[in-house]
C-alpha cells in the first residue's frame, strides 16, 4: 500500500541505524514489524496465568473424568 507521511529527518535516521535498514522503506517497514511484535508478547504475557494447563500426569490419564478427578484432588490438598 503505498502511503505518504512525513517523518522527521533524526527519526527515520535513528530508525535506519538502529534497523539496519539501507532504505528508508525498508526502516518503516521494519520498525512497524517490531512493533506489532513487541504488542503481541504483551498481548501473551498479559494473558499468563488465566490458562488451564493440563499436568502431565492429567494428559497421561486421558479420560476427561479422570482429569476432573486429578484436579479435584490437587485442589483439595491446597
Same mark, same amino acid.
Given at each position: 500500500?503505498?502511503? %505518504? *507521511? ?6 527515520? $535516521?535513528?530508525?535506519?541505524?538502529? %534497523? #539496519? $535498514? /539501507?532504505? /528508508? ?5 521494519? $520498525? *512497524? ?6 504488542? /503481541? *508478547?504483551?498481548?501473551?504475557?498479559? !494473558?499468563? #496465568? %488465566?490458562? @488451564? ?5 492429567? *494428559?497421561?490419564? #486421558? @479420560? !476427561?473424568?479422570?482429569?476432573? %478427578? ?7 490438598? !491446597?
Amino acid at each position: 500500500m503505498k502511503t %505518504t *507521511i512525513d517523518i522527521p529527518d533524526q527519526v527515520l $535516521a535513528d530508525a535506519m541505524r538502529f %534497523t #539496519g $535498514a /539501507k532504505t /528508508k522503506r525498508e526502516a518503516v517497514v521494519k $520498525a *512497524i514489524e517490531d512493533y506489532n511484535r513487541q504488542q /503481541k *508478547i504483551k498481548q501473551l504475557v498479559s !494473558s499468563l #496465568g %488465566t490458562w @488451564d494447563i493440563a499436568t502431565n500426569e492429567e *494428559i497421561e490419564a #486421558g @479420560d !476427561s473424568m479422570e482429569i476432573e %478427578t486429578i484436579r479435584n484432588k490437587r485442589s483439595d490438598r !491446597s
